[in-house]
């Protein structure tokens, strides 16, 4: 079943706009606690405060972070199967961003507490 994680959920209201792959990483992507800039040759994806992303670019917002408290060893296997297999069987949306000693997941606000719900049924801890 993989392993049973601790899960700290993160106080920012996150927002995920997608810009055009040739464009500048703009400053109010990078000006939060927390943001992640991911690059693609077709696009320039951006996870960032919802309170600093602008109106005027493609964008989804009210998401919530749930970070697997780490850090994890690179090598360890079955950790994003294992809070992301649960959600998925319950219909629950995600957006997933992994760091060099921890993982990431991000679930609509809207959908967060089913989320935390479902994930402490699969037997890992939820705080915050």
Same mark, same amino acid.
């Given at each position: 079943?993989?392993?049973?994680?601790?899960?700290?959920? $993160?106080? $920012?209201?996150?927002?995920?706009?997608?810009?055009?792959?040739? $464009?500048?990483?703009?400053?109010? %992507?990078?000006?939060?606690?927390?943001?992640?800039?991911?690059?693609?040759? %077709?696009?320039?994806?951006?996870?960032?405060?919802?309170?600093?992303?602008?109106?005027?670019?493609?964008?989804?917002?009210?998401?919530?972070?749930?970070?697997?408290?780490?850090?994890?060893?690179?090598?360890?296997?079955?950790?994003?199967? %294992?809070?992301?297999?649960?959600?998925?069987?319950?219909?629950?949306?995600?957006?997933?961003?992994?760091?060099?000693?921890?993982?990431?997941?991000?679930?609509?606000?809207?959908?967060?507490?089913?989320? $935390?719900?479902?994930?402490?049924?699969?037997?890992?801890?939820?705080?915050?």
């Amino acid at each position: 079943m993989g392993p049973k994680l601790k899960l700290k959920l $993160q106080r $920012q209201l996150l927002t995920v706009c997608r810009l055009e792959p040739d $464009q500048a990483i703009p400053a109010w %992507a990078l000006a939060g606690s927390f943001f992640t800039v991911t690059r693609h040759p %077709a696009e320039l994806a951006i996870v960032c405060e919802s309170k600093l992303a602008p109106k005027n670019v493609r964008r989804h917002g009210s998401w919530r972070a749930l970070v697997v408290e780490g850090p994890l060893d690179l090598d360890m296997t079955g950790v994003l199967a %294992a809070v992301v297999c649960p959600l998925a069987a319950a219909g629950v949306s995600l957006f997933g961003a992994s760091t060099f000693d921890s993982d990431y997941v991000m679930v609509l606000e809207r959908d967060l507490p089913r989320a $935390q719900a479902v994930l402490r049924r699969a037997g890992h801890r939820v705080s915050g």
